[in-house]
């Protein structure tokens, strides 16, 4: 015999003695074989002390029993450790919220919130008095989101025929509207509380912008530092810094969100391709949802994104095709579900986006004056210098640009610099990035290009560029600051930036690993952080918070329609959140063009009060009329203010700083 145990898989005699020693019973079983007699005995006579039950009382036992020693206590029992419980319900709700805060995208939003806050600073210093950039669109946007809320809580069927611009119709329509932060609108009431709703909002607008070109680059398959790098530099972009009174344009993360969803929901990545098992029907339609939302902010950059959308859903379902039957590819599988979730969120996006645009379409048959034309696309379209000048609101380049600015004619919408840190990162992407050598050129191409598009009628005369999206490409002859295609330009850079960085960081990875001290590692790891902080200074800002004017009492009580004089483009935007108290009609508005009855409101006002003058006015409908004295000095009013009313058949009081004439 071997030293091996045979066994009947072996083809040995199972009959054979073997050498092995046989295995030791457990512990816990019997190791004397009962004998025949012994099994035939009753249960419990004869029974072996061993085998006596010590849990029975005294008189149940048998003399042997009762007569036997207590075993003592096992010493080392008390070193044993304690069973584990069960977590109580605080407990395991605890585990719960942990884990939630703990996840990448909790971490995430709550640092954009965090440096939101820190970047816009001080605008939550005094949220119910100050307001970002200037006191003109601001008042205006907060008086928006005020009207949306409200209209829609009271009269829905109203939206578009707002209050101000009175005897107007379609008004709300005169600009963007902001419509998608309606539900904001409906929190709080007057004009303290829509100082405090857009402030609260612009700063959450940041936030969003940063954390949705997080998510667009991780999606897209960069590393952590690589999407914080990219998201600061987009959300905190040197030339958003002039944008800083236009909420409609600072509202832009939506698009870099939608974006990421979409290709979260399509299994999509830039690194790695398409990956079926990735598919989600639930981010997809969350993708679509998301990028109805953001056109509702404003065609501004909503009109651009829908074409750009349009154009990436048109070229993946082309090259679909032409791999699946050109190439004679492998079928990889896109889902019916899929398929029809896509149509579902397409549909639901071109929707919105018809049935925003009708009353634009109807604002534009109503007042031809309103059509933009190339000569105003020219006033508007910067040079190329003006993508290397930052706007005077940034700390670290606005005083040191005051000369190239001073160049420009028109610096608020000319001042394009996305950042010389954002610039320099893009460029050392095209060497040195985790993006394959054609991603590169395509996101150059794309960087490029829209660069051009930014510049208007000031690259070959737009005949080629701009002017061709100008004159044939519908809605699209609405804007007239083609700067605003900088978004797009600064969202590609961002990506090529985020490619040199994760490729930066990797490489830092592999040093760190050879090394044999752990602080040298950590010392290169800390070192990939620096473009991160270099992106954040340079996009530190210096913008004023001038403090709204406060409303005239007047408005708090009359039912209106009013008139605010002295009238002009931004004084009136001042009447039109004044009137967020009651929504009375008012004669007063600003907005992208003044209405040709508005502009004969403003001329035949210039001698009021006079007899003609309160004729026009009472034609109109106005019963009140308002004179702020603060406002008076360098106008005609200066001089008729305090002239007598006598015979004129009207009213006059003083309340407060202002002059009030009942008509």
């Known amino acids: 015999m071997t030293d091996k145990q045979a066994t009947p898989g072996d083809g040995a005699r199972v009959d054979e003695p073997s050498t092995t020693p046989a295995a030791p019973a457990p512990a816990d079983e019997d190791v004397t074989p009962a004998t025949t007699a012994e099994a035939d005995k009753p249960i419990g006579q004869d029974k072996p002390a061993a085998q006596q039950d010590p849990d029975k009382p005294a008189e149940q036992q048998e003399p042997a029993e009762r007569d036997k020693p207590a075993e003592p206590a096992d010493p080392f029992v008390a070193f044993a450790p304690d069973p584990g419980r069960p977590p109580s319900r605080i407990g395991r709700a605890t585990r719960a919220v942990g884990r939630v805060i703990g996840h990448e995208w909790s971490l995430a939003g709550l640092a954009a919130i965090a440096l939101a806050v820190a970047m816009t600073w001080p605008t939550l210093r005094y949220p119910l008095y100050t307001i970002p950039q200037d006191t003109w669109d601001p008042t205006l946007q907060a008086w928006q989101m005020a009207w949306s809320g409200h209209i829609l809580l009271t009269d829905p069927t109203q939206l578009w025929q707002s209050n101000t611009f009175y005897p107007e119709s379609w008004t709300f329509a005169f600009s963007d509207t902001l419509l998608g932060y309606a539900p904001a609108g409906m929190i709080g009431e007057g004009p303290t509380a829509a100082i405090l709703r857009y402030n609260l909002v612009f700063v959450l607008a940041h936030a969003i912008a940063a954390l949705g070109a997080y998510a667009l680059i991780r999606q897209l398959g960069a590393g952590r530092t690589a999407a914080a790098v990219g998201g600061a530099a987009y959300a905190y972009a040197p030339w958003l810094l002039s944008q800083a009174g236009h909420l409609h344009i600072v509202s832009n993360g939506g698009i870099p969100l939608a974006l990421a969803m979409l290709a979260r929901g399509h299994g999509w990545s830039l690194r790695y391709g398409y990956r079926p098992e990735r598919r989600s029907v639930g981010w997809a339609l969350a993708g679509w949802l998301v990028a109805a939302w953001q056109i509702s902010l404003g065609f501004g950059i909503g009109l651009p994104f ?10 993946s379902l082309v090259m679909y095709v032409v791999r699946r039957i050109w190439f004679w590819r492998p079928r990889k599988p896109f889902g019916a579900v899929l398929l029809l979730a896509d149509l579902a969120g397409g549909a639901l996006f071109a929707a919105v986006g018809v049935l925003l645009a009708i009353p634009y379409f109807r604002v534009a048959e109503l007042h031809p004056n309103a059509a933009r034309t190339l000569d105003d696309l020219a006033a508007y379209s910067p040079p190329l210098s003006g993508l290397f000048t930052a706007p005077q609101e940034s700390l670290l380049w606005g005083g040191r640009h005051a000369d190239a600015r001073a160049a420009l004619p028109w610096h608020p919408e000319m001042t394009l610099l996305p950042g010389f840190v954002l610039y320099a990162l893009a460029l050392a992407g095209l060497v040195f990035s985790i993006w394959t050598l054609r991603q590169r050129l395509l996101l150059l191409a794309g960087v490029l290009l829209t660069a051009i598009l930014s510049m208007g009628t000031n690259f070959l005369g737009g005949t080629y560029t701009y002017g061709l999206l100008f004159e044939y490409l519908p809605g699209w002859d609405g804007i007239r600051t083609p700067g605003r295609m900088m978004l797009w330009t600064t969202l590609l850079l961002a990506i090529l930036a985020a490619g040199a960085v994760a490729a930066l960081v990797r490489r830092v990875d592999d040093i760190a690993r050879l090394r044999v001290t752990e602080r040298p590692g950590a010392l290169l790891r800390l070192a990939t952080l620096l473009p991160l902080l270099l992106v954040l200074v340079e996009g530190l800002n210096v913008t004023p918070h001038p403090a709204v004017p406060e409303q005239p009492q007047i408005m708090r009580v009359d039912d209106g329609p009013i008139l605010v004089l002295p009238s002009g483009q931004n004084l009136d935007q001042h009447v039109m959140l004044w009137s967020a108290s009651r929504f009375q009609p008012v004669v007063n508005g600003g907005s992208g063009f003044t209405p040709q009855r508005l502009a004969e409101v403003r001329e ?23 004179i702020r004295r603060d406002r008076v000095a360098g106008t005609p009013f200066q001089t008729t203010i305090d002239l007598p009313v006598d015979g004129l058949g009207i009213e006059r009081a003083d309340i407060g700083d202002t002059v009030v004439f009942r008509l």
């Open 306 to 315: 829908i074409y750009i959308l349009a154009v990436g859903c048109l070229v």
């Open 604 to 626: 035949v006002t210039q001698r009021f009060p006079d007899q003609a003058s309160i004729s026009y006015l009472r034609e109109l409908g106005v019963r009140t009329v308002v």
